[in-house]
């Protein structure tokens, strides 16, 4: 089992910044795929962006120009940094990590971002 450990949320004005990390230990050596999800209260659960080992990543329409991600393979980490930030942003943001892009077998605790307006 791999296990992922998120920091970074908090609370922010708009248009401010955060930057989230999440960090895969124990059995990592299946792992390529690294992203994260987000949840609002009442909405849907939905990708925000994911990126692979080999650089390739999925970024989410509503958050594009606005929010990046990054990895540092060598640490099994990655970053999203969260720039422009809009109320609408306020969820719970989930790790997620698997062995294809679109499929994630590992899940982190959730770390909760709040935009206030």
């Known amino acids: 089992q791999a296990q992922l450990v998120e920091s970074g949320g908090g609370l922010v004005q708009a248009g401010g910044s955060l930057r989230l990390s999440c960090a895969a230990s124990g059995r990592t050596f299946r792992i390529n795929a690294m992203g994260w999800y987000r949840q609002a209260p009442g909405k849907q659960r939905e990708l925000v962006a994911a990126?692979?080992?080999?650089?390739?990543?999925k970024v989410a329409e509503s958050v594009k120009g606005r929010f990046t991600i990054s990895r540092d393979n060598a640490k099994n980490t990655i970053y999203r940094q969260m720039n422009g930030l809009k109320p609408e942003d306020t969820a719970v943001y989930y790790c997620v990590a698997g062995v294809i892009l679109g499929t994630y077998d590992y899940w982190g605790q959730g770390t909760q971002v709040t935009v206030s307006s």
């Open positions: 990126i692979t080992s080999g650089g390739t990543t």
